[in-house]
């Protein structure tokens, strides 16, 4: 197989798998560590895919920080779905923890008021949705006020969850790296997402496709202390596969 071949076929995998290893490149191809990372530079200058440790991704693993107006607006009808599908999972005498993000204001939205429901959130417009609904006893975490997420985040806002147990956390990322696991942009929100897992008894994760294969500044968790993830069908094969492995549920909405 010569050059061109290759980079066909690096194509062709990552395009189905959604990335791939330089491993995984030495042995198909029987060729040298060197050599398979100068394929992946080259295919990344031409705007292919993005180069990342260990191999390459076809999404920009490095997630931004947008403001959550921005945010919404991406990849709405996914997040829809998702959030539809997490909303059947909350009961009656539920006390439930509602993470920041667009993608959890989407499980707002879809959440129907149930007999003695509660609901902790460090997320300004989930409360503020879930307000609407008499039937929902809506509890918002002090702190400092993150603008670009519209949420609080900080060392008060930690110690509030100290005095919380809670049946599920439905958790909203900036990014899911196989390697490195789940990240958000801010560090101080990623600590607080920490403790809102310490306190959980469940971790669901709400995120659509193009979170998987990207990383945020700051490292939430490894994949050991998740549940279940909810996502769309962009997901790649290879990727459901690896996360059921670390012993996940993977949820897909179509």
Excluded: W
Excluded at 14 to 23: E, N
Excluded at 109 to 136: D, M, R, W
Excluded at 149 to 161: H, Q, R
């Amino acid at each position: 197989m010569n050059t061109i071949e290759r980079h066909k076929e690096i194509i062709k995998r990552i395009t189905k798998d959604g990335q791939i290893k330089v491993q995984e490149l030495c042995d198909d191809f029987q060729i040298s560590p060197v050599t398979a990372r100068k394929d992946l530079k080259l295919l990344e200058e031409k705007g292919l895919l993005y180069r990342m440790h260990g191999g390459a991704t076809l999404n920009d693993p490095y997630a931004t920080d947008r403001h959550v107006n921005e945010k919404e607006k991406m990849y709405s009808s996914e997040k829809v779905k998702i959030g539809a599908a997490a909303a059947k999972m909350v009961n009656a005498h539920d006390s439930i923890l509602i993470a920041s993000g667009t993608t959890v204001l989407y499980l707002a939205k879809n959440i129907q008021p149930k007999e003695n429901l509660t609901v902790i959130t460090s997320a300004l417009n989930v409360a503020l949705e879930l307000n609407k609904h008499l039937g929902i006893e809506v509890i918002l975490l002090g702190g400092v006020l993150r603008k670009r997420s519209a949420s609080v985040t900080g060392l008060y806002a930690e110690e509030n969850l100290s005095d919380f147990s809670c049946s599920k956390l439905f958790l909203g990322v900036d990014g899911i790296d196989l390697d490195f696991g789940l990240t958000t942009t801010n560090v101080m929100e990623a600590h607080l997402n920490r403790k809102m897992i310490e306190v959980s008894q469940k971790t669901i994760v709400l995120a659509d496709s193009t979170k998987f294969g990207r990383r945020g500044f700051g490292r939430i968790c490894g994949f050991d202390l998740i549940d279940e993830i909810i996502t769309d069908s962009g997901i790649s094969d290879f990727t459901k596969k690896t996360l059921e492995d670390y012993g996940i549920k993977v949820t897909i909405v179509d």
